[in-house]
């Protein structure tokens, strides 16, 4: 038999007495049983009835498809600007999160390879990564030569790892500097041995790319 109005009204003021009724701690425990069923009702849900609800939302977006492209297509077009910037919100603050977990890996990475290293290992670690730098950045300017092989290569790799042997024994940041410069303003040299020599730091700033005949 259905409640009336009255009766419906008669049971919420009852309901309320009986909760106006409790101490704040019967409240809480009553709110704390009342999640706790909530929470054992979801979990009861079976797989059939969430693949029930799953296979219905699919074939109502399918039945209704040029309806739902229509509404998409109109809340786009009314919040164009608001989508524009959410999504460079979204793509800055995921571009900087995972670029500092990655930085950070690469350094733990980084660390742990270092702690292995003997003294000598070190130094030619760092000279490699100095030589292999510079022919990194000389390459796509175009300034290294095609007949430059293994042979010249580790004659490079020698004086990168005399610098930092020198740099260790003084003291001072020194580098391996170019002669004639990769792009001189009147003479540009190569990315070779004999276009090497090593500088205190302070002298190859000064030097920059000048060259003095």
Known sequence: MARTEAQKAREKTLAKARWDALTLEQQEAKRKIDRD?????????????????????????KDNKESIGAQRAEYRLENKELLRQDAENRRSSWSEDRRAQ??????????????EYTEEEFDNYLSYKRSHGRKTKASRRLRVPKWLDNTEMGKINEIYKRCVVLEKKTGIPHHVDHILPLHG?????????????????????????????
Do not use: C, F, W
């Open 185 to 213: 303003k009147l003479v540009s040299g190569l990315h070779v041995p004999s276009n090497l020599q090593i500088l205190t730091a302070k002298e190859n700033m000064r030097k920059s790319i000048n060259y003095t005949i």
């Open 37 to 61: 069923k909530q929470r054992a009702r979801r979990a009861n849900q079976t797989a059939g009835q969430k693949q029930h609800v799953k296979d219905y939302m699919a074939g109502y977006r």
């Open 102 to 115: 990655a930085n950070e890996r690469q350094l733990e990475r980084h660390r742990e390879r270092l702690e």
